[in-house]
């Protein structure tokens, strides 16, 4: 397990995997850059480099990443990260499989999970990432190459028999996927969306996961940079156009006003904390039932410093009162605000 020394944040079983993790993990989709589908602009794969290290050193324990994220790009990165830490520092790395790229992946990735395929992708990861086991291999989105779930999921459990990657997860299922996969094999881990706007994971996903002992890994908890107080319409209509985020409605638009008038509401929270927004809205996800960590990007090592107060801040009753009101008030989004209202914490 990775070490920090005095530079430990709290920790949280991730399911019944034997992973620990810190309540933070450092998410490397931006770090993939341009030049594809999903891609966030360009970006110097040295700064890319501090970023994950950054997050190492203030005691972050993993790092999430997939092959399609700038066509194996960002792997490459997260590998070259790891390469000259020690061994007792180096963080979990969790990786993904079931989107392939044929050229430049400019009509999209082929969503594939036959089984020759996963054998090969796991390969290809492993090599890329410089590692010699993963620690967390899930399925990037249920596939539409007509593979069967229990034909997949058997692969991927096979290949955690065979101690190629050490636990299983799924990605963008839903509960009745997760229960077929169950019946196979046991689901380590869950990695939904969910952030003040995006919170349709808190009504099932999330308590599905807390009744099975599978862990939770939410992405996108500052809803890709909208909730970190520092968006703006100004700053939108400046991204690039191979930044997604240019042109997609929760950034642009009446979706774009609504979301930032939330996020701007995120500042009283911080203030009386005296933390960055961006960390107010990562703690939000943390204070829901089932929720086992966040997984949180960054393309500079500066940007580390917003959110990584998230790993030990606790919302109190009155700051999630507060948040609750700000969703009604704007009509951000959809799906449960409160998580008060989801049981004890």
Not at 37 to 66: K, L
Not at 176 to 186: C, I, P, S, Y
Request: charged share 25%; net charge negative; proline share 7%.
């Amino acid at each position: 397990m990775p070490r920090n020394g005095d530079r430990a944040l709290p920790t949280a079983p991730l399911g019944t995997s034997g992973l620990e993790i810190t309540r933070v993990g450092f998410g490397a989709w931006a770090v993939g850059g341009g030049g594809w589908g999903g891609g966030w602009g360009g970006q110097d794969d040295d700064d890319s480099v501090a970023a994950i290290r950054a997050a190492v050193e203030h005691g972050v324990n993993w790092v999430d990443t997939a092959p399609i994220y700038g066509l194996g790009r960002s792997e490459t990165v997260v590998g070259r990260a790891l390469r000259d830490l020690p061994e007792n520092d180096r963080p979990y790395v969790f990786t993904k499989c079931g989107l392939r790229w044929q050229g430049n992946a400019e009509n999209g990735p082929d969503n594939v999970m036959a089984p020759e395929s996963v054998r090969h992708e796991v390969e290809e990861s492993l090599r890329r990432l410089g590692v010699e086991r993963i620690d967390l291999y899930q399925v990037h989105w249920p596939p539409t190459d007509g593979t069967p779930l229990e034909e997949y999921w058997a692969v991927m459990a096979e290949l955690k028999a065979a101690g190629t990657v050490r636990a299983i997860g799924m990605s963008n299922h839903d509960v009745k996927q997760l229960t077929r996969a169950e019946e196979v094999a046991h689901v380590d881990s869950l990695q939904p969306p969910l952030s003040l706007v995006a919170r349709d994971a808190a009504a099932d996903l999330i308590p599905w996961c807390a009744e099975n002992g599978t862990g939770v890994v939410v992405y996108s908890p500052m809803h890709s940079g909208l909730l970190t107080g520092a968006m703006t319409p100004e700053r939108v209509a400046a991204l690039p156009a191979d930044d997604w985020r240019s042109s997609n409605d929760d950034f642009t638009g009446e979706g774009g006003r609504r979301n930032m008038a939330l996020a701007a509401a995120l500042r009283p929270v911080a203030e009386r904390h005296d933390v960055p927004v961006a960390a107010v809205a990562v703690a939000w996800t943390l204070a829901w039932d089932g929720v086992t960590g966040a997984i949180v990007g960054a393309r500079t090592a500066a940007q580390v410093d917003g959110w990584l107060p998230a790993a030990t801040l606790t919302l109190t009753d009155e700051d999630l009162g507060e948040l609750a009101r700000a969703v009604e008030r704007t009509s951000a989004g959809s799906g449960p605000a409160d998580p008060r209202r989801a049981g004890p914490r």
